[in-house]
């Protein structure tokens, strides 16, 4: 299998010749921890890194802070930006076609994660219906709790199919005489 994922981790050679960036120097700062880049031997992971770096480094180097070119700085940012969206987009496909060959090479291994992925999403699923239903019973409830103090015994309707036209009527006004 390690030999599957060439051209993505160091000391690994890329699939495809991608141009290489400016390791970093002195106008652009590194960060803590990061290993020194060596020319020629960069994989699609120091690529992005480098892009990555590129564009912060560019977001808050001395040059664009003091700089009062609007538009310099704008260019400057934004082939950055282009720059890591490019290797991000390589670094994305690298990972589709492992996932292709993957899927070619083992058919069943992709039949597992889907059902784990749909088995997991069926059980999201199930404790959001159970939280619902929780609130629902809740409502519910507080509902009938609420009702049941307004009402008191004389305020029930009579029973009866008309009970409801005969409780609205005896509230109307009486109807006036013809006179005849």
Same mark, same amino acid.
């Given at each position: 299998?390690?030999?599957s994922?060439?051209g993505i981790?160091?000391?690994?050679?890329?699939?495809?010749?991608h141009p290489?960036g400016?390791?970093?120097? *002195?106008?652009?700062?590194s960060?803590?921890?990061?290993? *020194?880049?060596?020319?020629?031997?960069?994989?699609?992971?120091?690529?992005l890194?480098?892009?990555?770096?590129?564009?912060?480094?560019?977001?808050?180097?001395?040059d664009?802070?003091?700089?009062?070119d609007?538009?310099?700085?704008?260019?400057g940012?934004d082939?950055?930006?282009?720059?890591?969206?490019?290797?991000?987009?390589?670094t994305?496909c690298?990972?589709?076609q492992?996932?292709?060959?993957l899927?070619?090479q083992?058919p069943?291994q992709?039949?597992k994660?889907?059902?784990?992925?749909?088995?997991?999403?069926l059980?999201?699923k199930?404790?959001?219906?159970?939280? +619902?239903l929780?609130?629902? +019973? +809740?409502?519910?409830q507080?509902?009938?709790?609420?009702?049941?103090?307004?009402?008191k015994p004389?305020?029930?309707?009579?029973?009866?199919?008309?009970?409801?036209?005969?409780q609205?009527?005896?509230?109307?006004?009486?109807?006036?005489?013809?006179?005849?």
């Amino acid at each position: 299998m390690a030999s599957s994922i060439n051209g993505i981790f160091p000391g690994q050679q890329p699939p495809v010749a991608h141009p290489v960036g400016v390791p970093p120097g *002195p106008a652009q700062p590194s960060f803590p921890g990061t290993v *020194p880049r060596v020319q020629g031997s960069n994989t699609l992971v120091d690529e992005l890194e480098a892009s990555f770096e590129a564009c912060f480094s560019s977001l808050v180097s001395q040059d664009y802070v003091n700089g009062t070119d609007q538009e310099e700085i704008r260019t400057g940012v934004d082939q950055c930006i282009q720059k890591f969206l490019d290797v991000a987009r390589q670094t994305e496909c690298f990972f589709l076609q492992k996932r292709l060959q993957l899927s070619v090479q083992k058919p069943e291994q992709v039949l597992k994660e889907d059902v784990s992925d749909l088995r997991n999403e069926l059980q999201r699923k199930e404790l959001l219906v159970q939280k +619902h239903l929780a609130k629902l +019973h +809740h409502w519910q409830q507080v509902l009938e709790d609420v009702s049941g103090q307004h009402r008191k015994p004389t305020d029930l309707p009579p029973p009866g199919p008309l009970a409801f036209l005969e409780q609205a009527s005896a509230s109307l006004p009486p109807a006036p005489l013809k006179p005849s």
